[in-house]
């Protein structure tokens, strides 16, 4: 099979003038988001150019702690911009979040590398990386989701929470039925996309490897993998996420403070 056609800086100014078309249309109708579309593009430039050369110094290195050190950095940004999105008043979030993703994200790959594909160095970097990553993401996604779903729940039913708790339950039996529809809406995306997939969807990471010659049989293989590692790591993260948090939303003597 031939290699992949490479692109060079021409290539992507041509790219780039797709988005100069783009933002040219948003302003043709005046959806005023010019300046978001404009701010998106430079930054997917320069955070994917920075990511290259990072990850071609850590395959040229070739150390495990490169590799920790580039995953530790990569969960600590999705923890913090998964706490935005939660909330910022509520204490220990960023450490709950962090410790969810770090807990799910481990034992995916854990479980993967020894059980499946089983690479002659636990590290390897050419499988570690991508992977983490893809696992990562999706357990930002769910989490932001879930956490955000709950704290608002919350938030909005002070009052039937007061009453379970004036009837007898405990805070957890309080929470249970929000906690549960907070991780089911968490998990539903990710549902959807194993449902359409192959259907309706193509997954990136199956037509990347199509690109760079893979033949498809076997993308398929790494593709059901890696889909069944983000259900995993997605619905463990939700789970920790929403214990956690619904703890921070009562004192020590079982009494609702927010």
């Known amino acids: 099979m031939p290699e992949i056609i490479k692109l060079d800086f021409t290539d992507l ?26 701010m998106a593009t430079g930054r997917t430039i320069l955070q994917l150019m920075v990511l290259g050369y990072v990850l071609d110094f850590i395959f040229a290195v070739d150390n495990v702690i490169a590799v920790l050190a580039i995953l530790a950095v990569i969960i600590t940004i999705a923890a913090i911009i998964t706490r935005n999105r939660i909330s910022q008043k509520i204490p220990l979030v960023l450490p709950l979040v962090w ?12 479980y993967t590398n020894y059980l499946i594909i089983q690479p002659q160095r636990w ?56 906690r ?49 590692m983000i259900a995993f790591a997605n619905l463990v993260t939700t789970i920790l996420i929403t214990r956690g948090l619904s703890r921070q939303f009562f004192n020590e003597h079982a009494q609702l403070i927010r």
């Open 180 to 228: 549960k529809e907070a991780i089911r809406a968490g998990i539903i995306p990710t549902i959807n996309q194993m449902t359409l997939v192959g259907m309706v969807t193509i997954p990136s990471f199956f037509t990347g490897q199509l690109l760079a010659g893979v033949k498809a049989d076997e993308a398929i293989s790494y593709q059901i993998v890696v889909l069944f």
């Open 123 to 178: 590290f390897e970097p050419r499988y570690v990386i991508p992977l983490a990553l893809m696992v990562i993401a999706g357990a930002m996604n769910a989490a932001a989701i879930a956490g955000e779903r709950l704290v608002k729940t919350i938030d909005s039913s002070h009052l039937e929470i007061e009453t379970h708790l004036s009837l007898g339950a405990t805070p957890t039996q309080a929470v249970a039925q929000y």
């Open 13 to 38: 100014g041509i790219a780039v003038a797709l988005m100069a078309i783009t933002i040219g249309l948003s302003a043709w109708e005046k959806l005023g988001i010019e300046i978001k579309l404009l």
């Open 99 to 110: 410790g969810a993703m770090f807990i799910s994200t481990s034992v995916s790959i854990i």
